[in-house]
């Protein structure tokens, strides 16, 4: 059977839970599958040997040649079942892939089961009296978060309920407080307003992303006292902003970036909340930069319960969010899908040109190309163009510079001096030529390929993004796809093959190795992960890029980050940050951020109080010759490892305990990067 066939087979299915790219059907109803998709869907099982492997529910892919089996054991006991196998059968190949989840904690679960049966089966009545239950209790009202056990229970509670022998029934100790309720206390939302004496979180993303030093209008939707436009306007930049409390009669003024800084986590009521949002996305020409506090029970059980957040003990309200939770609110709310750039802070783009230069720019490798006088090898060119070259060294610099940022001949529109360069040599290309003849060819080649992986690995993220497809395009987007693919269809076509790959842990385990052997730096542990430091990002293979990228579509940049860790099975992304990466040679592990891609969630560890900073021992694994104090380093790390009773075949022991030993085994002390005697 061919990919044709399959596809109008799964077309004649009257039966299922129908999703747009795919249709679900539980065992018992298999009579209702077309026989000859029945026949060839028990033949390929026998055919990759699977057969004794427990299944109850098969998912029939519309778009792909594919067939999942899925295993829910308790299918029929629990109201929400939780799916402990999964195995993925690649027609085309014949190959599958399985994945567990018996010991996972957070597994994915099943929601109105009543549409995988058929309507006769005498379950049906009582799967749809529990689905009922569930819309009655506003649990369906976002569909993107429910799909895991956790955000499921975590919903449940906050709605109010508890789940007893399968039915949902109110908690009567956890009731929430209406939306539309008369609030019993008066809520000091004044008070939220803090005194800054540096730029705010949202402001230095901002920075960072250079938006300052571009001719943009900025307004400060919330702007509380006003900190954050007082450093600005310190520093040369145009800032407004308006504030309900300490700016009321400011004009809000529509402008290129607004910035909804922690403010809708301070508004009680959800109706006014969503319409700040809004009006603040009203607001905006280009960009509008959201940010809220994140948080989870840990932190919102030492407050009282209020509406659907807490109320702090400044009689302050907080609503805090989960990183998910507050992609998907701003999503819902202005039908427009944000881009994270951060733990709680998103950006959302109201103009597509801009928000596709930003992401291009965002995957843009930042290489340092080797740069060479002209004077070095003067047989490789004629008396003539070498003058010309030393006549005009900063014309050609900058033109040379600028064909390996783009990896391609510039336009006239992008070279600001073009005129100039032009008329010495008559157009670009003879320019490029000339400087290819003395630099040669292949660190050109070079600056091309890696601007084409750039390129992949942005439109492998939009398709993993599943972002809306532009209509128009930057001009250099443009110019960029003509050089390097052809067509657009033909980049696309690249992209779904990248992304494709980064799905499959062989690919990942080859690209680990890839790089490992060529880069020797970081930490490789065969078949489970690879560890290294964010200088090294950008000379990864396209596919370990497009696994990490996808990591900072869930969590945002990751300027932060010392160490990235690519776990080659399990589909996560781990951050680490440092105590002083740079300056110490023991550096201790402060927070350590596990980015879940299957899942699409994050879970955040900071080493304080109930987890101790764990050291990071020989950090010279990690980093280059040029990185600050190496040689110091490079010292202190070999008289680290001449320690006989020193044990590193795993992370090392807890600063308390080497400290202790250092003083007992070899009577010595830390001071810098040097070892004295106590």
Not at 78 to 105: C, F, G, M, W
Not at 290 to 309: C, P, R
Not at 573 to 592: H, I
Not at 616 to 637: E, R, S, W
Request: net charge positive; proline share 5%.
């Amino acid at each position: 059977m061919d990919f044709a066939e399959y596809k109008k087979l799964v077309g004649q299915l009257k039966v299922g839970k129908r999703l747009p790219d795919a249709i679900y059907l539980h065992q018992s109803a298999m009579a209702a599958v077309p026989n000859d998709l029945h026949a060839y869907l028990f033949k390929t099982i026998e055919k990759i040997e699977i057969a004794s492997t427990p299944w109850n529910i098969v998912k029939f892919f519309k778009k792909d040649f594919k067939i999942s089996l899925l295993f829910y054991p308790a299918f029929f006991e629990d109201s929400y079942p939780a799916l402990h196998a999964s195995h993925t059968i690649d027609l085309q190949k014949n190959t599958v892939r399985s994945s567990s989840y018996e010991k996972s904690e957070n597994p994915p679960i099943l929601h109105r089961k009543e549409t995988f049966l058929e309507s006769t089966h005498p379950s049906v009545p009582v799967f749809r009296e529990i689905t009922r239950e569930g819309e009655k209790a506003g649990l369906f009202e976002n569909t993107r978060t429910i799909g895991f056990k956790k955000s499921w229970e975590l919903l449940i509670t906050k709605k109010g309920y508890v789940l007893l022998n399968g039915h949902l029934q109110r908690n009567k100790d956890k009731i929430p407080t209406p939306v539309n309720a008369t609030y019993p206390q008066e809520i000091a939302r004044h008070r939220t307003a803090i005194d800054r004496n540096k730029l705010s979180t949202p402001m230095q993303s901002l920075l960072r992303h250079n938006y300052f030093e571009r001719q943009y209008s900025l307004f400060d939707y919330g702007c509380g006292k006003g900190d954050d436009l007082t450093i600005l306007r310190e520093n040369g930049v145009e800032a407004s902003g308006w504030d309900p409390v300490y700016n009321p009669d400011k004009p809000k003024i529509p402008s290129d970036i607004v910035n909804l800084g922690f403010v809708i986590n301070v508004i009680e009521n959800p109706k006014e909340r969503k319409e700040t949002l809004q009006q603040a996305f009203k607001q905006t020409k280009k960009i509008l930069v959201v940010s809220a506090m994140l948080g989870g029970e840990s932190i919102t059980s030492q407050f009282k319960e209020f509406g659907d957040g807490v109320v702090t003990s400044r009689n302050t309200f907080q609503k805090y969010y989960t990183q998910t939770e507050l992609k998907n609110y701003i999503a819902d709310s202005l039908n427009q899908d944000p881009v994270a750039v951060g733990p709680g802070l998103f950006y959302v783009f109201k103009d597509e040109i801009e928000e596709q230069n930003f992401l291009v720019q965002r995957q843009t490798s930042k290489k340092t190309w080797l740069r060479l006088s002209y004077t070095d090898h003067p047989e490789k060119l004629k008396i003539q163009q070498r003058s010309l070259l030393e006549r005009h060294r900063e014309l050609f610099d900058d033109f040379w510079n600028l064909c390996l940022d783009l990896g391609r001949l510039p336009a006239n529109a992008e070279f600001e001096f073009s005129e100039r360069i032009r008329a010495l040599c008559g157009s670009h290309a003879r320019a490029l030529t000339v400087l290819t003849t003395f630099h040669g060819d292949e660190i050109f080649r070079q600056a091309a390929q890696a601007r084409c992986d750039d390129l992949l690995v942005y439109f492998a993220l939009g398709l993993f993004g599943q972002r809306k497809p532009y209509v128009h395009m930057p001009e250099g987007l443009k110019r960029d796809i003509k050089s390097f693919f052809g067509k657009y269809t033909d980049a696309l076509n690249q992209a779904k093959d990248l992304l494709f790959s980064v799905g499959k842990p062989d690919t990942i385990q080859t690209a680990c190795e890839e790089f490992y052997d060529r880069v020797p730096k970081g930490k490789m542990v065969e078949g489970h992960s690879l560890t290294i430091h964010r200088d090294y990002l950008n000379e990864l293979p396209a596919v370990l890029r497009v696994y990490i990228g996808y990591a900072t579509q869930l969590y945002g940049d990751i300027e932060n980050a010392n160490l990235i860790k690519i776990h080659i099975c399990s589909g996560k992304v781990s951050l680490m940050r440092y105590d002083d990466f740079e300056g110490k040679p023991l550096p201790l592990l402060l927070e350590r951020i596990k980015v879940k891609l299957k899942e699409q969630s994050i879970d955040f560890f900071n080493y304080t109080g109930k987890y101790k900073p764990q050291p990071l021992y020989v950090k010279t694994t990690y980093i280059g010759g040029d990185f600050p104090y190496f040689k110091q380093q490079l010292a202190f790390d070999k008289r680290l490892k001449s320690f006989k009773w020193l044990d590193l075949k795993e992370f090392g022991p807890a600063w308390e305990d080497f400290e202790s030993n250092l003083k007992e085994q070899e009577g010595l002390v830390i001071r810098g990067y040097r070892f004295y005697r106590q």
